[in-house]
């Protein structure tokens, strides 16, 4: 294989890509790339014809280890078969997840995943189509379309039962030759010398001992992950936990859009997840919720939160906390800070978490597997360690454009739509909603960040400071007080105080100026 990889630092900010005849043009997270591949390759980027692997549990042959078969394991292994390598998948349970996270899929995400050709795994799965938001406040409402009118007709948020999605990813993955997929539980990686990843020993299902071994070790097994601290520097918060409760047989006020209210103490989200099922999240701050067991959460839901949700759904919502049905489910945040380890690698949310009330985790996944694979692709050894940490020393920095940006915006939004005893806090709360309100650029441009189409943390930062000059403006008008002065200025401290901690934690340099970082020009070509 012939790889030649080109970058163009002046196409940084154009977002495109095309392919002629066998040149290949692309462009990862605003670096563009020109790969050049000659038909006499030896491997097999589609099939692994003659490389299956064995069922035996042994684990070896394998170039690539994935821990973990949720959204990003299994559409990473996928991902990988398809170019060729042999990838073995240790996930421990293989059963149909029931989950209230991972339920919605960003336009950006799906963008992804028709990208990684895995787009008719929403299929046959009852999945709903969104086309943007419904934003409440005060009974008040205003719509949030997705800028979506140059794009193909298809591209469109998705919300669906996160189970049924990842039964079908991985239905997919399996039916590739090059893909073994084990249930057990990684109890540990291998190292050699206290340097190198080389594999990782688990537990069967039946309670044997194994051991697997590759050169490239990904692990992607969720927020809970055992395996994340030799790996990254794991700094992990929960600023408040999700209520899940499941509606059914009842109409939102507007169909095919998610809905969320701003309510007291945090928001409330409506999103449909099947035909007959609306799934409802219930933000409650910290980490203490009322019990379940004793009949506490129910009170809480009917007599604080029942009563700020809309009319409309009032009936099916007192229906759903009657048959107990109800999940909690931790919301935790945890910037990406790698430890740059041979032969390994953290992916999902094992690497890193935003708050979920955006929606973004997916479309994080999915953006960072299309930037690994075509990083991988001009590796035709992954024994070759030099150029493998070189790869992915790359991907920290490529990914994090996009990552950045929807990481940023959704733990600002989550603190500017969480009501306050602060008046200043208060006053910014209204003037996001009044100027998502204006519509045009207001509203289009918050909604391309949210949505996973516009990668670009600048435009997050522009969009965000306008907001709080709006709501300064709001107090001056039309005739300025000391009073509404001394706000003013509170309410622009405030918003230096939500946002640049987020930065800090993602990194200035990379999120802003990715391309002053070394490892942005590093990644191989084929030897």
């Known amino acids: 294989m012939c790889d030649l990889v080109l970058r163009s630092k002046c196409l940084n900010h154009f977002n495109f890509s095309f392919t ?8 990862i997270n605003n670096s563009l790339f020109l790969r050049i591949e000659s038909h006499s390759s030896t491997r097999n980027t589609h099939i692994c014809k003659g490389r299956k692997l064995n069922d035996s549990g042994s684990g070896t042959g394998a170039d690539v280890i994935i821990v973990g078969a949720g959204v990003a394991g299994s559409a990473l292994a996928y991902t990988l078969a398809k170019d060729g390598r042999r990838v073995h998948v240790i996930e421990k349970d293989l059963r149909v997840p029931n989950r209230i996270n991972g339920e919605l ?3 950006g995400g799906y963008i992804k995943l028709k990208e990684l050709g895995l787009e008719d795994c929403l299929d046959q799965i009852d999945a709903q189509q969104v086309l943007g938001y419904i934003l409440y406040k005060d009974r008040e409402n205003i719509k949030l379309p997705y800028p979506l009118e140059n794009y193909h007709a298809d591209v469109a948020g998705r919300s669906f039962h996160n189970g049924r999605f990842i039964q079908r990813l991985r239905e997919k993955t399996k039916a590739l030759p090059c893909v073994q997929m084990n249930e057990g539980t990684v109890t540990s990686l291998l190292w050699k010398d206290n340097k190198t990843v080389i594999g990782v020993q688990y537990k069967s299902k039946d309670g044997k001992e194994h051991k697997a071994y590759a050169p490239l070790t990904i692990v992607c097994d969720g927020c809970f992950s055992k395996l994340r601290h030799s790996l990254c520097h794991p700094k992990v918060e929960v600023p408040s936990c999700f209520v899940g409760l499941i509606l059914e047989n009842c109409q939102l006020p507007f169909e095919n859009h998610g809905h969320v209210i701003l309510a007291n103490p945090s928001p ?5 997840i099947s035909s007959t099922e609306v799934r409802c999240l219930v933000d409650i701050p910290g980490q203490k919720v009322p019990p379940i067991g004793n009949g506490k959460m129910a009170n809480f839901l009917k007599t604080m939160v029942a009563p700020q949700i809309p009319a409309e759904l009032h009936d099916a919502f007192i229906s759903a906390i009657d ?9 935790g945040y945890m910037p990406a800070e790698p430890i740059p380890t041979p032969g390994a690698l953290l992916i999902g949310d094992a690497f890193n978490m935003r708050h979920p009330l955006t929606g973004g985790g997916m479309t994080v996944a999915l953006s960072d597997i299309v930037v690994l694979r075509d990083l991988l692709k001009p590796l035709t050894d992954l024994n070759d360690v030099d150029s493998l940490c070189k790869c992915l020393g790359s991907f920290y920095i490529l990914r994090k454009p996009l990552a950045s940006t929807i990481n940023t915006l959704a733990g600002a939004l989550y603190i500017v739509f969480s009501a306050s005893s602060d008046q200043a806090s208060n006053e910014l709360r209204e003037a996001c909603f009044d100027y998502l309100s204006l519509g045009t650029i207001f509203s289009s441009g918050p909604m391309a960040l949210l949505s996973g189409l516009n990668p670009r943390p600048l435009s997050l930062v522009l969009h965000f400071f306008a907001v709080a000059i709006y709501g300064v403006g709001r107090l001056l008008f039309p005739f300025p007080s000391f009073r509404c002065t001394w706000i003013g200025a509170r309410l622009i401290l405030c918003a230096f105080g939500i946002i640049f901690p987020i930065i800090r934690d993602e990194g200035v340099r990379q999120m802003f100026f990715p391309a002053t970082v070394p490892e942005f020009y590093r990644s191989p070509s084929a030897r």
Do not use: D, G
């Not at 409330?268 to 449909?272: C, E, G, N, Q």
């Not at 048959?323 to 919301?331: A, D, G, L, S, W």
């Open 20 to 27: 002629c005849n066998n040149n290949n043009l692309i462009l």
């Open 105 to 107: 899929l960003q336009p």
């Open 268 to 272: 409330i989200l409506f999103y449909r």
């Open 323 to 331: 048959t107990e049905n109800i999940r909690i489910m931790p919301n």
